[in-house]
């Protein structure tokens, strides 16, 4: 009998190990490695970095849920926001969102960009609409249009651009762990967060 409890026990205990297993998240299928990695800093803290678009109807979708997800980081964990470069009107919305950032507006500006352009059908497509928006705030025009032709905004969006060459950012929103893990949207935004959560804890270690 006491053998039959130990089988059991033992049984049960590999069963356990082998949902543990499966439960795991797997490298080039559910997040994988960028090829030419950014520099870790080695300061304690996991930097995750959103690459997102205004204009993009998924990040839009997306933005609850990931607002969400940074009102309960620790202290260990930050996320930044990173605008896609890739055109003329990505590097506009890019300097629309560091503008906001250098204003040091509500964050709840963001998401009124996100509400103007999908449902408002307003696409902020020059930096005469960017003014109009953004007086609605009380910025002035002559204020927005400092700041959008700034150095540091510009050299932001510099940098931006030279991110998105070297880490290859190919699509949004895509997750970025410490300048070493990329995580796809695959359509389910909680599970994405999920592996996020899961490569954060697997790059703690070393950040």
Known sequence: MKNIILNITKLSLLALFAISVSAEYKLGKDYRLVDNPM???KDGIVEVTESFWYGC?????????INNWKA???QDTKLIKMPITWGGIHQL?????FTIEALKLDPST??????????EGNFLQSPKAIEKFLAKFGVAPEVTSQYLNSFSV???????IKYAKQVKVTAVPMMIVDGTYIIESKGNFTDMLKVVDYVVELQRPNS
């Open 39 to 41: 520099p870790v800093k």
């Open 57 to 65: 109807a998924h990040c839009y979708s997306f933005e609850p849920a």
């Open 72 to 74: 309960n980081l620790g």
């Open 93 to 97: 919305h890019a300097a629309l969102y």
């Open 110 to 119: 963001h998401s009124a960009v996100f509400v103007t352009i999908h449902k």
């Open 154 to 160: 510009k050299q932001k969006v510099n940098r931006g």
